[in-house]
C-alpha cells in the first residue's frame, strides 16, 4: 500500500517563505524519481521539480532559483522549500513520481493548499 501525505502550505504575502512535507509510506522515496506537482482549478498539472535517486534535481524555469526540492532518506520524506513565493504560486501542491503515467496509476492524495497574498 503506497500512501503519499503532503502538509506544511497555507497563507503568506508574497515575498514570504513555506516548506512543504511529504510524508511516504509504502514507497522508498531514495530508489525512486520523485516531484512535487502543482494544480491550480480549470488548468492542467504541472510538474515544478523533480529528484532523482542520485539527488539530481530539475525545476521548471518559473520556480528556479527560489524553490529547492530535497529528501530525507532517514525519514523517507521529501521538502519543497520555496522562497521569495508570488501569486502566481497560488495552488495546491502533490507529491508523487515524477513519471506521470506512474504517478497516475498509483493515485493522487489531498494535497496541500498554498495561498501567496500581493
Known amino acids: 500500500q503506497v500512501q503519499l501525505v503532503e502538509s506544511g502550505g497555507g497563507l503568506v504575502q508574497a515575498g514570504g517563505s513555506l516548506r512543504l512535507s511529504c510524508a511516504a509510506s509504502?514507497?522508498?522515496?531514495?530508489?525512486?524519481?520523485m516531484a512535487w506537482y502543482r494544480q491550480v482549478p480549470g488548468k492542467q498539472r504541472e510538474l515544478v521539480a523533480s529528484?532523482?535517486?542520485?539527488?539530481?534535481?530539475k525545476y521548471v524555469d518559473s520556480v528556479k532559483g527560489r524553490f529547492t526540492i530535497s529528501r530525507d532518506n532517514a525519514k523517507n520524506t521529501m521538502y519543497l522549500q520555496m522562497d521569495s513565493l508570488k501569486p502566481e504560486d497560488t495552488a495546491v501542491y502533490y507529491c508523487?513520481?515524477?513519471?506521470?503515467?506512474?504517478?497516475?496509476?498509483?493515485?493522487w492524495g489531498q494535497g496541500s493548499q498554498v495561498t501567496v497574498s500581493s
Open positions: 509504502g514507497i522508498t522515496l531514495s530508489v525512486n524519481v
Open positions: 529528484i532523482t535517486s542520485g539527488g539530481t534535481t
Open positions: 508523487n513520481r515524477a513519471n506521470f503515467l506512474l504517478a497516475q496509476a498509483m493515485g
